[in-house]
């Protein structure tokens, strides 16, 4: 697939079908797993707005289940069509929004120097399980030390709530005790000069992901001097 379609679905964890009911985010999970989605993964975020617009963070003195959540899901445009139908009644019952990012390159695909716009920056997303491993060390750590050495500035390592990939298995972080299988995503910040020498020394690291590895192409508003 040299291009995809990433669609990301914003909600509050707190976000329930009915007043008891099942979290909203666990909820679309689990349909897409159950439609054979090609994967998702769910970031929550540190500090964020509630539904009511009050700011709420995980060090609040009282425990708030309303911590804004992202979904990333990466296909196909057919397979996000598809996905977004089946979302809407789910977002009806929310707040939440959804939002695509459309023509994203898929740098696993060997010919994804033709898809790229050559003038554009990027940030290079890199999808993989915590267990993920290249030459003996955790993927995520051996991305990070490479771009650092090939000279790259800004990388983030986040690791997520849950989220299942191209096994089909729903892996999920666990409060208060280690899980391997959590998803973790890899950002880094890459200017249009440096693109193709990143991706090509990465190439073994990305291949050795679970996950996809993308190109969200843009234009960087400032520059490291």
């Known amino acids: 697939m040299g291009k995809g379609t990433l669609l990301q679905i914003h909600l509050h ?16 999970v689990h349909d897409l797993w159950k439609s054979g989605a090609p994967g998702i993964t769910v970031f929550r975020g540190e500090e964020g707005l509630d539904a009511h617009r009050h ?3 995980i060090h609040s003195e009282y425990m708030s289940d309303n911590l804004p959540v992202d979904l990333d899901v990466y296909g ?5 069509e598809d996905i977004i139908v089946h979302l809407d009644k789910q977002l009806q019952t929310t707040n939440g929004e959804a939002f695509c990012f459309a023509e994203v390159v898929d740098v696993k695909d060997g010919d994804w120097r033709d898809e790229a716009v050559r003038e ?5 997303r890199i999808y993989m399980k915590e267990n993920d491993e290249y030459n003996g ?31 089909h298995v729903v892996h999920k972080a666990k409060l208060f005790r280690l899980s391997e299988h959590a998803p973790v995503s890899v950002e880094a910040v ?3 000069s440096k693109i193709q020498e990143v991706i090509d020394k990465l190439q073994p ?21």
């Open 120 to 124: 554009d920056d990027a940030a290079l």
């Open 13 to 28: 964890e707190g976000d329930r079908k009915g007043l008891l009911g099942r979290l909203v985010y666990e909820d679309i």
């Open 137 to 167: 060390q955790p993927l995520y750590h051996a991305l990070v030390v490479s771009l650092r050495d090939i000279g790259i500035s800004w990388v983030t390592v986040t690791r997520a709530l849950e989220g299942f990939g191209a096994e």
């Open 55 to 57: 700011i709420q963070n």
């Open 76 to 80: 196909t445009q057919r397979e996000i």
């Open 205 to 225: 690291l990305i291949q050795s992901a679970s996950g996809p590895a993308i190109l969200l192409q843009g234009r960087m508003v400032s520059r490291d001097k």
């Open 190 to 192: 890459l200017s249009s």
